[in-house]
């Protein structure tokens, strides 16, 4: 019981703690996500003014040169009350004019304002999923805590109460018999002599 | 035979079919009524056209701006083929020089396609066959496996030097790059090659290439600069192209300037600054704006690493094919009237893409409007 109680105690407390952090890590993600919106929006104007000065024939002939994809990569990870948060790490994203993969004769500077803006806007993806995704997981956490709390709090703590309750009974029950039994015997004892 | 000096009788009579043709291209008046059109308007008005017929058999496959786009590129080069065909002998190379810069990025795509492996399907609606190469050819490459087979069958295209100078490097990672600023450094080395060789009107052809070649460096340069990581001296001689007035060391110098009064001086000796001073006049942002202030201007987005302002990008290229009209006019019976037409058409198919593209994107026909070149 004293056991049960103490793990409640803890627990609750780690699950106020991950909430705070969550309030924390949803402010933020809520400011990436509004970057991410507005880097979105530019990265549309740009790819609408070099589809009407390349063309989409253009647009696509230069999408199509990029030789390395980008990607991202787990670098670690960040324990948050024993919660395993994702590092995430963009791998070849923001490329310099010559790693893009295209001539910089055939092309002209608005492809390089779509590919800067769709590199920004991949940046932006990667570290907006990056925190949406320790939200995730922390929600999860919060979730499996807060069924521990409840279940401790609503079932395993009353029904130990309630046993620890029976268990006072039974042996104020059984001392009660034992004390009738004892003075039964006495008195039989008593009567033989 | 012709004497040397006089124009040949099938060149006047070519040059007065190509007036003729200029005076068919659309119109002012045309781009602000299509402006005012919704993409299905557009595409109406198109089909009753003459020259866009084709969009009707095309609607079948392709639908909205893609429509307009693949019914212009097509009209773009059934112009180009009948262009060629009026084109008298003696210039005839002239002009065949001046189309491989589609042939450039047809084989590009293609040389692309083989080793990325992309469906050739995908990059066959990209081909815009409008140079020497034809539909035909660009089929029969895209239908290769290897980059062996594609350069086997380009051995009789003018630019396979180059292709065959870099065969080994073919499939490396940044090689496509490299491959494609040296065959454009090619093309313009041939075209200026062929306009110095003399013809009527070349004189002013190849000071006009000239300077175009100056101003596509001087972006460029812009371009180079502007990334977070500054490139080294190697790229920026790799991507300059020779042949221009300026000299590519006013280029280096320019790109090693570290203070502003030694990058103005610079870049006050070359003759952008009043190119660039006149552009921004017209754009109407500033009426009495001088040459000193272009070189500020530049200045200023050099420092901030910025690419060169769009808007301004297309002032330039506007003023510079008026220049090229008072040329052809001035020299009625030359290459000029041709190229005038050549380009003249080229841009009306950009504009009526940019109108397309633009309207499908949803940008006020203010801002399209700016892309527009008349």
């Excluded at chain 1, 933020?28 to 609408?48: F, N, P, Q, S």
């Excluded at chain 1, 390089?112 to 993806?125: K, R, V």
């Excluded at chain 2, 009788?9 to 402006?35: G, N």
Aim: glycine residues 6%; charged residues 30%.
């Amino acid at each position: 019981m004293a056991l049960a109680e103490r793990i409640h105690r803890i627990l609750k407390m780690k699950l106020d703690g991950m909430m705070l952090e969550l309030i924390n890590r949803t402010g933020e993600a809520a400011r990436k996500r509004r970057e991410l919106e507005e880097k979105y929006i530019h990265a549309r104007e740009m790819m609408a003014v070099a589809a009407m000065m390349e063309g989409a024939t253009g647009v696509l002939l230069a999408a199509l040169s990029v030789e390395t994809a980008p990607v991202y990569r787990t670098t670690g990870h960040k324990s948050i009350f024993g919660v395993q948060l994702p590092d995430l790490e963009p791998v070849m994203v923001k490329k310099t004019l010559t790693e893009r993969g295209y001539g910089i004769l055939g092309t002209s500077s608005v492809i390089d304002d779509a590919a800067d803006a769709y590199e920004d806007l991949t940046t932006a993806i990667i570290a907006s999923a990056e925190l949406e995704g320790g939200i995730m997981r922390l929600l999860d956490e919060i979730e499996r805590t807060r069924r521990r709390v409840n279940a401790l709090e609503f079932k395993v703590i009353p029904e130990l109460a309630d046993l620890r309750r029976l268990i006072v009974y039974q042996r104020d029950e059984i001392e009660r018999q034992d004390a009738v039994r004892l003075r039964r015997i006495k008195k039989i004892k008593a009567k033989r002599r | 035979m012709i004497l040397p000096g006089l124009i040949s009788p099938s060149c006047v009579y070519a040059c007065t079919r190509f007036r003729i043709r200029r005076t068919k291209l659309l119109a002012r008046e045309d781009y602000h009524r299509i402006m005012q059109m919704s993409i299905p308007g557009i595409v109406a008005h198109l089909g009753r056209q003459e020259d866009y017929k084709e969009i009707m058999d095309l609607a079948a496959d392709f639908s909205g701006a893609r429509l307009i786009e693949e019914t212009v590129n097509r009209n773009l080069v059934n112009s180009f083929q009948r262009a060629m065909a009026i084109i008298p002998e003696e210039l005839h190379a002239l002009a065949e020089e001046y189309l491989t810069r589609w042939d450039i990025v047809n084989v590009m795509a293609i040389l692309r396609s083989i080793v990325f492996d992309i469906p050739g399907r995908r990059i066959h609606s990209l081909l815009v066959p409008a140079g020497r190469l034809n539909r035909s050819l660009l089929e029969h490459l895209l239908s290769l496996k290897t980059c062996d087979e594609a350069l086997e069958a380009l051995k009789y295209w003018r630019l396979y030097p180059v292709l065959e100078k870099y065969y080994q490097i073919c499939g490396e990672r940044g090689a496509f790059a490299r491959i494609e600023n040296e065959l454009y450094m090619n093309y313009y080395a041939a075209l200026l090659g062929l306009v110095a060789s003399g013809c009527p009107g070349c004189r002013e052809l190849f000071a006009y290439l000239r300077f175009e070649i100056d101003i596509t460096n001087m972006k460029n340069l812009l371009r180079l600069h502007c990334g977070e990581v500054a490139c080294d001296i190697v790229t920026i001689d790799q991507t300059m192209i020779p042949g221009g007035r300026i000299p590519i060391d006013l280029f280096r110098q320019l790109y090693g300037s570290m203070t502003e009064e030694e990058f103005r001086h610079t870049f006050l000796q070359t003759e952008i600054a009043p190119l660039l001073a006149r552009a921004v006049r017209e754009l109407g942002q500033e009426p009495g704006f001088s040459r000193e202030d272009a070189a500020e201007l530049v200045w200023q987005r050099w420092h901030q690493h910025l690419r060169p302002t769009h808007e301004i990008e297309m002032a330039i290229t506007r003023i510079r094919l008026r220049e090229l009209e008072t040329l052809s006019r001035r020299y009625p019976f030359s290459v000029l009237p041709m190229l005038a037409y050549l380009e003249r058409k080229r841009y009306e198919t950009a504009n009526l893409r940019a109108i397309a593209r633009g309207k499908s994107f949803g940008l006020p026909p203010g801002r399209i409007w700016q892309y527009i070149v008349l």
